[in-house]
C-alpha cells in the first residue's frame, strides 16, 4: 500500500502497518557522516539469499525495495484488507531532514525500516514508534548532473550491509545495524551526465545497478558490483556496440512500423563505429528483475538521447 502527500519531508505510518505515505518540497542537506539518535534496540538478523527469494511470500518483511525480485510491489499479509482499510489512522509522524520530493521505496527488515531521501540521505527508524536510530548523510561530490529532481528510490539489503546508488553517481554500502559507511566506488563520471536514483538489487553477493542520464548523452547500461567490497565485476550496455546490434527490427514489439532507415543506420555505424555507440542514451535507471531459477536480469532501456 502505497500512497502520496504533499508535505515536505513526512513519512506518515499506518496504525495497522503495512502502509506508508511520503512528501515533498525543497532543499539539499549537505554531509557525509551517519549520526546516531539512539541504540538499534530491534534484532537484526542478516538478510540471507534464501530469504531474498522467497521474499515474495514473507508477510512479515519488505526486504525489496518493490517487495520480491519480481518487482511486482505485491504484499502477501492479510491484516489489511478490505473490511479494515477505511479504519486506518496515523500511528506516527517522522519528519525528514531533507525538504524536497520523495519517490522512495523503503525496506523493512524485522521492525526497522530502512528509508531514503533526496541527495541520498538514509534513515533507520522503528516501524512501529517511529524513533530513529541512525541517520547517514552522503558527502556529494563536486559535480552532480540530473535532469528530473535529486530523488532516490530506496536501498538494497544483502547480509547486514545496505546499498544505494547516488546522485554523483557511486554505489556505497552501509551497516545496516550503525548506518557507517563500510565501502564506495564510482559507477560512472557524474560530468559527462550519468547518475543514479534506482534502487539496486542484489543476488548472490552482486550488486546490480544502472544509470541515468540519457538526456545527456550517456550510453545506457546495467553494472554488477561485489557486495563485499565494491568491485566491478561486469557490464551490460543497453546500447550495443558495433557487432551487438542484434535484430534490426523493422517494426516494434507490437507489430507498428517505426519507420527506420536502417540503410543510413548501418552506414553510420559503419563510418563512426563504436563512438556512435556512446552518446545514445538508454538509461536503465529502474530496478531490474530478476529470475532466481534461471538467474537471469529483466531490464528496461530508458528513452534515447
Not at 519531508?9 to 512528501?23: D, E, K, N, R, V
Not at 547516488?166 to 559507511?181: F, S
Not at 561486469?234 to 507490437?254: H, L, R, S
Request: a neutral charge.
Amino acid at each position: 500500500m502505497d500512497h502520496r502527500i504533499r508535505r515536505a519531508g513526512l513519512i506518515i505510518a499506518s496504525a495497522l502497518a503495512a502502509g506508508w505515505m511520503f512528501g515533498a518540497a525543497a532543499q539539499e542537506v549537505s554531509g557525509g557522516a551517519t549520526t546516531t539518535a539512539k541504540p538499534m534496540s530491534k534484532n537484526l538478523v542478516p538478510i540471507t539469499q534464501p530469504m531474498l527469494n522467497a521474499a515474495a511470500a514473507d508477510p512479515k518483511n519488505w526486504i525489496h525495495s518493490n517487495g520480491s525480485y519480481e518487482q511486482t510491489r505485491y504484499y502477501p499479509g492479510n491484516r489489511i484488507n478490505s473490511a479494515n482499510v477505511g479504519k486506518l489512522k496515523p500511528a506516527f509522524v517522522f519528519q525528514t531532514a531533507v525538504l524536497e520530493s520523495m519517490e522512495t521505496a523503503p525496506i523493512i527488515v524485522n521492525g526497522v525500516m530502512f528509508l531514503t531521501t533526496s541527495f541520498n540521505h538514509v534513515y533507520a527508524i522503528d516501524a512501529v514508534t517511529g524513533e530513529e536510530f541512525w541517520h547517514y548523510k552522503h558527502k556529494m561530490g563536486p559535480i552532480t548532473t540530473f535532469c528530473c529532481g535529486p530523488n532516490n528510490r530506496g536501498v538494497a539489503i544483502e547480509g547486514d550491509r545496505l546499498f544505494m546508488g547516488t546522485l554523483d553517481a557511486k554505489i556505497v554500502a552501509l551497516d545496516a545495524k550503525t548506518g557507517k559507511i563500510l565501502w564506495e566506488t564510482q559507477i560512472a563520471d557524474p560530468e559527462k551526465g550519468y547518475s543514479e536514483t534506482m534502487a539496486p538489487a542484489v543476488i548472490d553477493g552482486k550488486v546490480l545497478i544502472g544509470t541515468n542520464g540519457g538526456e545527456y548523452g550517456v550510453r545506457g547500461f546495467i553494472k554488477a558490483f561485489n557486495a563485499a567490497d565494491g568491485k566491478l565485476l561486469w557490464t551490460f550496455y543497453a546500447i550495443p556496440d558495433k557487432g551487438q546490434e542484434g535484430v534490426w527490427a523493422v517494426n516494434d514489439a507490437t507489430g507498428r512500423n517505426m519507420h527506420r532507415d536502417i540503410e543510413a543506420e548501418k552506414k553510420m555505424l559503419a563510418e563512426k563505429g563504436g563512438e556512435f555507440y556512446q552518446t545514445l542514451g538508454g538509461g536503465v535507471w529502474m530496478t531490474p528483475a530478476v529470475d532466481t531459477k534461471t538467474r537471469t536480469v529483466f531490464l528496461l532501456a530508458g528513452n534515447p538521447s
